[in-house]
């Protein structure tokens, strides 16, 4: 049964509706998204685990997401992540019977609505790089660039650049619990995938602290599963960026040489060289944006 449209939401046209996103199972949510996502740039395909999950560990309200539907059919689908005065709009898509009917603008309409009602101050979001449909629908709602962020990853490798294991004097491996404390205690601002109220959110984090002999320190986080190393955030507090970065990215992988790993929303600066010079390649870049309220 079609639940009752939310009417301080804006519908497009005369016959859209948009819905909160609680009114309906993570069953259909999971397949409408996917859905919007069968011509995506990045194929980025969800199943209702990793969607409920994705919803857990990014802190989304389905009480404040939107569904645009007309006539009982979903045309689209936006999230709402909310984090005291912070929102951060995600997983934003039109399936293909509700594009050309202004689907994604009703969406964000719905969705400013949403984060005003909770007394947000300053929206965020990504956009994939070359996506221009998207990111001139964000540019219409005043959102604007900040920063461009790389989402690296790196196969398996046998082969490691044995010297730098000459140069660590120490490795130290922490647990969870301290895995959060160094991740709080961080100088340059994460983007919202990145936030340790993020991070907190995650099971079973890992880290290691590595010394080197020249003084400089640092240290990574991050998520080992079976087949793929995640979170990854690494941080430079003495020393060359590039060198200990690359250093800390050697034990890490020296440990866990099996994994593929994935690096998600990095800055290009001289720690990206550190992560070029152990294997990760660019795979794709987004582009972060953010409005005020």
């Known amino acids: ?11 497009a046209t005369s016959r859209m509706e948009l819905h909160y996103a609680n009114n309906f199972t993570f069953e259909e949510l999971t397949d409408a998204y996917n859905e919007t996502r069968i011509d995506y740039l990045v194929p980025m395909p969800m199943n ?15 009480e404040h997401s939107c569904v645009a539907l ?20 995600t ?3 039109v399936l293909p019977a509700g594009r050309r009917k202004g689907t994604g603008s009703a969406l964000m309409e719905g ?6 009602n909770e007394s947000v101050n300053t929206l965020w979001l990504e956009v994939i790089k070359g996506n221009e449909p998207a990111h001139k629908l964000f540019r219409k709602y005043d ?3 900040t920063r461009e962020l790389i989402v690296a990853r790196r196969a398996p490798k046998a082969e490691f650049n044995r010297a730098i294991f000459d140069q660590i004097r120490r490795i130290t491996t922490l647990n969870h619990e301290d895995a959060i404390i160094l991740l709080s205690h961080r100088e340059e601002r994460p983007n919202w995938l990145n936030e340790t109220e993020s991070l907190q959110n995650v099971r079973n984090l890992s880290a290691l602290l590595v010394e080197l002999k020249n003084g400089g320190r640092g240290w990574v986080t991050y998520h080992a599963g079976l087949l793929q190393l995640t979170r990854l955030i690494v941080e430079v507090t003495v020393g060359d960026p590039t060198e200990v970065t690359e250093a800390i990215l050697t034990v890490l992988h020296q440990r866990h040489k099996r994994q593929d790993s994935i690096a998600e929303n990095l800055c290009e600066d001289e720690k990206w060289l550190g992560f070029q010079k152990v294997g990760y390649f660019d795979s794709f870049r987004r582009i972060e944006m953010t409005r005020p309220l």
Request: aromatic share 6%.
């Open 70 to 89: 007309e006539d009982e059919v979903m045309l689209g689908l936006g999230m709402l992540g909310v984090r005291h005065e912070r929102a951060w709009i």
């Open 48 to 62: 209702v685990a990793r969607l409920m999950e994705y919803c857990r560990v990014y802190d989304v309200s389905l």
């Open 1 to 11: 049964m079609t639940p009752k449209p939310v009417t301080e939401l804006t519908a």
């Open 143 to 145: 959102f604007e660039e």
């Open 111 to 116: 969705l400013l609505d949403a984060a005003r």
């Open 91 to 93: 997983r934003l898509g």
